[in-house]
């Protein structure tokens, strides 16, 4: 078997230090193929944000190896860490995060921008990715004017616009419901079928269920991994 | 890249337009000051110049002064003629001597100054006719009655629409025939206005209005191949001479060289352009620190924004790129606003203060590189910790 897309091996992290120091990661070991659709679950301060962060190069393990793509991540620096996301990597946010008054297509054209894309590639790619998420007839307009089904779909365009080897999302349903949750989720078991590889935290086992595997953590540690076939729509696993 | 952050940073001051010019303000008024007090001292600067040519460039001013005995030696026509033979280099030597008069013709008065002098003290002092004729030789000779006016007394008493030439005028109790019209010649030194003067023969003047043949000063112009200095030494032997001054003791006389007045003068314009130039570096430094605070409030404002262009990748220096351009681009754009109001207002005072408006392209491109550097000094600490954030956090904030 191939090496997988990522590898994490004994990753521990500490924040703070001395009397204060809290270890939200404990030991966690976890490998990831190219294709998956990983759903990390787990109580409020279990780890799985913070694992998640660090799967994103968002964040740096205390200690243990990150491997993505075979390079290890926890080795780069600051700037590094920016390419890398930059170049493989997707985020989509609880929050949407879209940059305000700013129009959908100007938003998802803006990772492009960092590529230094010429302004005709950024439009076509952009619209492209619009496409994608059935979005077109919205691309002119600000994420003010849209619902909140709409800017998680323009978020997720903007992840997709780079085509990344990963799509991270965090919470990607919390702010809807459920009816959108559920078409968010369509949507995203989709581009895991064209071969996108996707990480979710959810605390919806609802949503959790459209994943291809489970991810349980429980105090800062991985508590059981659940593979198998994905379920059926909208019932639990 | 450059071309699109620049598009970014003025669609944000766009975003906050009231904000944009209220924070530029203090760079809009330095600039303006700057750009307006620096046009104005040119003009001010041309204007003196102007006058200083006047005089004659390579000119020397001789007239008495009291001594410590309390007694005033004036210069005459001998002193004068041995001036010019005796010294090298000696092109024009000419007295003038003036008295206070009033002016009558056709009903009217004016009252204003009669100066004597030659055609010779004209040449020296740059000065020409505009209208009608020099004195003729004999007139000079022997003091005939004939008169040059001024452009202010020829406005004062004489219809605009007809020559006075061949007009017989009276200055005080004497008659005189109009035989010319000088050039303007504008302000001159002390505030008084050259062009409010009736000019006669020297002769004419001693005899009919001071009643001696004393002068109150003479002009030496020499060849501007010879130095200065030089010049004025050997003419400060040659009076001290004639006036039998002994070894110790001081000149009852002084020379004055026209090239050192202009020096002076320059001195004083530097000065003022210095004084200038501190309180427009206060007025900047003052909008500077404006700039800087509205950038940090500017990227704590927009920390979520920043916290998402770094989770898409955007590297740390292409974050403080974009806020350092918005920093930079918000302060040129007050350079701009301040020249053009600069340059209107220097129009304005231009006119308001009778100096010829000059217009300087270096102080105007000084001036906007300046406040673009500005932007640079002032937005570097708020782009570097904009740049320094650190993405989950930033992507937190509310």
């Known amino acids: 078997m191939a090496e997988p897309l990522i590898q994490l091996e004994g990753i521990t992290k500490t924040f703070g230090s001395g009397a204060a120091a809290f270890q939200a990661l404990k030991g966690v070991d976890l490998a990831i193929d190219r294709g998956e659709f990983v759903a990390i679950m787990g109580p409020s301060g279990s780890g799985k944000s913070t694992t998640m962060n660090i799967l994103g190069c968002l964040d740096v393990p205390t200690d243990g190896v990150f491997r993505f793509r075979g390079v290890e991540v926890q080795k780069l620096d600051r700037d590094q860490r920016s390419?890398?996301?930059?170049?493989?990597?997707?985020?989509?946010?609880?929050?949407?995060?879209?940059?305000?008054?700013?129009?959908?297509?100007?938003?998802?054209?803006?990772?492009?921008?960092?590529?230094?894309?010429?302004?005709a590639v950024r439009r076509?790619?952009?619209?492209?990715?619009?496409?994608?998420?059935?979005?077109?007839?919205?691309?002119?307009?600000?994420?003010?004017?849209?619902?909140?089904?709409?800017?998680?779909?323009?978020?997720i365009a903007r992840a997709l616009v780079t085509e990344p080897d990963v799509l991270l999302a965090d919470e990607p349903t919390g702010n809807l419901d459920s009816e959108r949750s559920i078409e968010i989720m369509e949507l995203l078991r989709r581009?895991?079928?064209?071969?996108?590889?996707?990480?979710?935290?959810?605390?919806?086992?609802?949503?959790?269920?459209?994943?291809?595997?489970?991810?349980?953590?429980?105090?800062?540690?991985v508590e059981r991994i659940e593979r198998g076939a994905p379920a059926t729509e909208g019932s639990p696993a | 890249?450059?071309?699109?952050?620049?598009?970014?940073?003025?669609?944000?001051?766009?975003?906050?337009?009231?904000?944009?010019?209220?924070?530029?303000?203090?760079?809009?008024?330095?600039?303006?000051?700057?750009?307006?007090m620096v046009t104005l001292g040119n003009g001010v600067t041309a204007s003196v110049q102007e006058e200083i040519s006047s005089l004659g460039a390579s000119n020397f001013i001789i007239f008495p002064v009291r001594t410590n005995r309390g007694t005033i030696r004036p210069f005459d026509e001998a002193d004068v003629r041995a001036v010019e033979q005796q010294i090298a280099g000696v092109q024009i030597a000419a007295g003038s001597v003036s008295a206070n008069a009033t002016a009558y013709f056709n009903g009217q008065d004016w009252d204003t100054k009669v100066e004597g002098g030659t055609n010779a003290l004209l040449d020296a002092q740059s000065i020409s006719i505009s209208d009608g004729r020099p004195f003729a030789r004999d007139e000079e000779a022997a003091g005939k009655s004939v008169c040059l006016l001024g452009l202010k007394v020829r406005e004062a008493i004489f219809p605009p629409d007809s020559s006075?030439?061949?007009?017989?005028?009276?200055?005080?109790?004497?008659?005189?025939?109009?035989?010319?019209?000088?050039?303007?010649?504008?302000?001159?030194?002390?505030?008084?206005?050259?062009?409010?003067?009736?000019?006669?023969?020297?002769?004419?003047?001693?005899?009919?209005?001071?009643?001696n043949d004393n002068l109150d000063y003479f002009v030496v112009k020499y060849d501007a191949a010879y130095a200065a200095s030089v010049i004025q030494d050997s003419l400060v032997g040659l009076l001290r001479e004639r006036r039998l001054l002994q070894g110790d003791e001081p000149n009852d006389f002084n020379v004055i060289d026209t090239a050192q007045v202009n020096q002076a003068l320059g001195a004083v314009t530097g000065a003022l352009t210095a004084m200038v130039a501190v309180i427009a570096s206060i007025s900047l430094l003052v909008g500077g620190i404006g700039i800087m605070n509205i950038m940090l409030v500017s990227v704590t404002e927009r920390t979520r924004e920043i916290g998402i262009r770094l989770a898409i990748g955007a590297l740390a220096r292409e974050v403080r790129l974009q806020f350092l351009t918005?920093?930079?681009?918000?302060?040129?754009?007050?350079?701009?606003?301040?020249?053009?109001?600069?340059?209107?207002?220097?129009?304005?005072?231009?006119?308001?203060?009778?100096?010829?408006?000059?217009?300087?392209?270096?102080?105007?491109?000084?001036?906007?590189?300046?406040?673009?550097?500005?932007?640079?000094?002032?937005?570097?600490?708020?782009?570097?910790?904009?740049?320094?954030l650190d993405p989950i956090d930033a992507l937190r904030h509310e």
């Open chain 1, 83 to 119: 390419l890398l996301r930059r170049r493989y990597l997707g985020f989509v946010f609880q929050g949407f995060n879209l940059l305000a008054r700013t129009t959908a297509l100007e938003n998802v054209e803006l990772p492009l921008l960092y590529r230094g894309e010429s302004k």
């Open chain 1, 124 to 155: 076509a790619a952009a619209m492209r990715a619009l496409d994608q998420v059935g979005l077109v007839p919205w691309a002119d307009h600000t994420p003010a004017e849209l619902s909140g089904g709409q800017q998680q779909r323009v978020a």
């Open chain 1, 191 to 221: 581009l895991n079928a064209d071969g996108i590889t996707i990480l979710m935290v959810t605390h919806e086992e609802e949503m959790a269920a459209f994943a291809k595997t489970i991810v349980r953590f429980r105090d800062g540690l």
């Open chain 2, 1 to 36: 890249m450059l071309g699109t952050t620049i598009l970014l940073a003025l669609r944000e001051i766009r975003r906050h337009i009231l904000r944009s010019i209220l924070t530029t303000l203090g760079i809009i008024i330095g600039v303006a000051a700057v750009v307006t």
């Open chain 2, 164 to 211: 006075p030439i061949g007009a017989q005028m009276r200055i005080g109790d004497v008659a005189c025939q109009v035989i010319g019209v000088m050039e303007e010649r504008g302000q001159g030194g002390g505030g008084a206005d050259d062009d409010d003067v009736v000019f006669m023969p020297l002769k004419t003047v001693q005899r009919r209005f001071r009643g």
């Open chain 2, 326 to 388: 918005e920093a930079v681009v918000l302060c040129a754009l007050g350079g701009l606003v301040g020249i053009a109001l600069g340059f209107a207002a220097s129009i304005g005072l231009a006119a308001l203060i009778e100096v010829p408006f000059v217009f300087d392209p270096m102080i105007n491109i000084v001036s906007f590189l300046f406040a673009a550097g500005m932007g640079i000094v002032f937005g570097y600490y708020p782009a570097s910790r904009a740049s320094k």
